[in-house]
């Protein structure tokens, strides 16, 4: 295991918050986590993966855990499936581009989402019509107040929309150690996405589903090597009916989608009738390809992405009446 003191998180997280962590402890396997945690049990914990879903409001003033376990295993099989343990530290898009090697479908749809496979079992990350919670078979936990390990079934993890139990009632209870996917063989591809069946063409394969998905991603959002961000920043608000008819009733065209409880309106659209998209605040700008995105433009501080949100999220609910909230993790 590695510790250091006071060290700058600058590179730990992809908007780019230059602050400090008073100690960042990095482990190797699940005995050096438990060392960890019986080292530092009581005080400030704070265990991150690449931060592509955190906002550092300012400098840590506890420990931040890091894992180094990089690796994934072939656990089982039968002749449909395959079953695939892999380390919490493991960068989730370079399992999905290895198993798309391998012909192993079901995960190709998340390509180049950035971060980790534990964080990504926390968040249920989802694009282009899949979400974590669809391949997750179960997670291996460790529990910050006594280090035993618990094991969740995918029901245990209570998934919904970039949720799950480790966001709510076991906030800050568990780390996830392991992620078991279940994953498929026989290739049936989902391309009713948006433009993702143009884009693939006829013969799909899971690895020409991944590159398009790419692809795609590319042409709309920041890469994380070149613009600081954490994606999206806030989630689409799901309205009652009746909300929803008072705004169609005024505009032309309102993209939306009929939900369980409601009409989900997507908030890129929200902001953008606000009229906040390209627009600067300090050096956070509301990005031009998509203002669901806040990126840090020009050295911004913690506090001119807080700014701009806020001035979003006032901005939406003066003009819709409708409170949108940030998705991302503020710390
Ligand atoms: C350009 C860009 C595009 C993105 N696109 C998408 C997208 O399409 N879909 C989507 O869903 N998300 C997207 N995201 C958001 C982000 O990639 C995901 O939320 C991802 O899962 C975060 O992983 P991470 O390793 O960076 O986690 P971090 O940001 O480091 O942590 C996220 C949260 O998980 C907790 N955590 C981290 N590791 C563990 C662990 N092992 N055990 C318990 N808790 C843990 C942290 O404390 C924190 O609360 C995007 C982000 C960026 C920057």
Do not use: V
């Given at each position: 295991m590695t510790i250091k003191e006071n060290i700058s998180l600058l590179p730990f997280n992809t908007f780019r918050m230059d602050v400090k962590a008073k100690i960042f402890a990095e482990y190797s396997s699940v005995e050096e986590l438990r060392q960890l945690l019986d080292m530092y049990r009581g005080g400030k914990i704070l265990h991150i993966g690449s931060?592509?879903?955190?906002?550092?409001?300012?400098?840590?003033?506890g420990v931040v855990l890091h894992s180094a376990m990089r690796r994934a295993r072939c656990t089982n099989e039968d002749s449909d499936h395959v079953w695939i343990e892999a380390d919490n530290g493991l960068v989730m898009d370079e399992l999905i581009e290895q198993l798309c090697d391998m012909g192993i479908?079901?995960?190709?749809?998340?390509?180049?989402?950035?971060?980790?496979v534990g964080a990504s079992a926390v968040q249920n990350v989802g694009a282009y019509g899949v979400e974590a919670k669809d391949v997750i078979e179960s997670v291996r936990a460790v529990s910050l107040e006594n280090g035993e390990e618990r094991v969740f079934t995918n029901a245990e993890c209570r998934y919904g929309y970039r949720d799950s139990v480790f966001k709510n009632e076991l906030r800050g209870q568990y780390i996830i150690t392991h992620v078991v996917y279940r994953l498929n063989k026989h290739f049936e591809p989902k391309l009713e996405y948006g433009n993702l069946q143009c884009e693939v063409g006829d013969k799909p394969t899971p690895m020409s589903v991944r590159e398009a998905v790419v692809r795609i991603r590319r042409q709309k959002l920041p890469e994380v090597s070149e613009l600081g961000s954490a994606g999206s920043f806030f989630k689409n608000p799901i309205v009652p009916r009746e909300v929803y008819e008072a705004i169609a009733a005024q505009y032309e065209r309102v993209p939306h989608f009929e939900q369980d409880g409601g009409v989900k309106i997507p908030a890129a659209w929200l902001i953008e009738q606000c009229g906040w998209k390209g627009k600067m605040l300090g050096g956070a700008q509301?990005?031009?390809?998509?203002?669901?995105v806040l990126v840090n433009r020009n050295n911004a501080a913690p506090e001119d992405i807080v700014n701009l949100a806020a001035a979003i999220c006032k901005g939406v609910k003066e003009k819709f009446g409708i409170e949108i909230s940030p998705e991302v993790n503020y710390i």
């Open positions: 931060g592509s879903n955190l906002l550092f409001t300012k400098d840590y003033d479908s079901g995960m190709e749809n998340l390509s180049h989402i950035p971060g980790e509301c990005y031009e390809k998509q203002p669901l």
